[in-house]
Antibody
Framework: EVQLVESGGGLVKPGGSLRLSCAAS????????MNWVRQAPGKGLEWVSS????????YYTDSVKGRFSISRDNAKNSLYLQMNSLRVEDTAVYYC?????????????????WGQGTLVTVSS | SNELTQPPSVSVSPGQTASITCSGD??????ACWYQQKPGQSPVVVIY???KRPSGIPERFSGSNSGNTATLTISGTQAMDEADYYC??????????FGGGTKLTVL
């Protein structure tokens, strides 16, 4: 059974930092593209970042470029999101999601499994 | 433009057909997928690659994509289908893009 378990969320002041983790199990993590998607309270889904299985491709949405950094440790079956210079508008539930079969740059790219999410609140 | 536009809400009577649209520039040249999200739960993919249903998704869910519009159709809608639905596509300039979401109400 595929499982994705996020952790690391919490309350942080504007300008602060937080590191999210996603522990993966039930599949071959090193063969899978991985992603972070967030959802502000009462709002829709917003893609944040993606990383290919071999680290060859990394993408970010414009609003987090230069502030967030995605990484993975295939030996630990773990995905990470380092978030710096946090803003109030970064407040959201952050989901870890597995990419479906195929290349990260494929037109068919989608998310086939999602974690339960971890809440990040940026407030003074 | 790489934006995907969905109607904020759609209402349907039980047993009827619900159609949720997703519009974007030349969306038909890309592949669309659809996620269902119930309150307090994580999203679940119900359609991928325009028309494919993952295992475990009921046959009443179907999808199409042509021109500038992708459509999620739910035939014989049930009360359990009440949820938020999001379309998503891959854009070579911006990577992943989501629609704003549609709240489906089963009256």
């Amino acid at each position: 059974e595929v499982q994705l378990v996020e952790s690391g969320g919490g309350l942080v002041k504007p300008g602060g930092s937080l590191r999210l983790s996603c522990a993966a199990s039930g599949f071959t993590f090193s063969n899978s593209n991985m992603n972070w998607v967030r959802q502000a309270p009462g709002k829709g889904l917003e893609w944040v970042s993606s990383i290919s299985s071999s680290h060859s491709y990394i993408y970010y949405t414009d609003s987090v470029k230069g502030r967030f950094s995605i990484s993975r440790d295939n030996a630990k079956n773990s995905l990470y999101l380092q978030m710096n210079s946090l803003r109030v508008e970064d407040t959201a539930v952050y989901y870890c999601a597995r990419g479906g079969p195929g290349r990260l740059t494929s037109r068919t790219y989608y998310f086939d499994y999602w974690g339960q999410g971890t809440l990040v609140t940026v407030s003074s | 433009s790489n934006e995907l536009t969905q109607p904020p809400s759609v209402s349907v009577s039980p047993g009827q057909t619900a159609s949720i649209t997703c519009s974007g520039d030349k969306l038909g040249d890309k592949y669309a997928c659809w996620y269902q999200q119930k309150p307090g739960q994580s999203p679940v993919v119900v359609i991928y690659e325009d028309t494919k249903r993952p295992s475990g998704i009921p046959e009443r869910f179907s999808g199409s994509n042509s021109g500038n519009t992708a459509t999620l159709t739910i035939s014989g809608t049930q009360a359990m289908d009440e949820a938020d639905y999001y379309c998503q596509a891959w854009d070579r300039n911006t990577a992943v893009v989501f629609g704003g979401g549609t709240k489906l109400t089963v009256l």
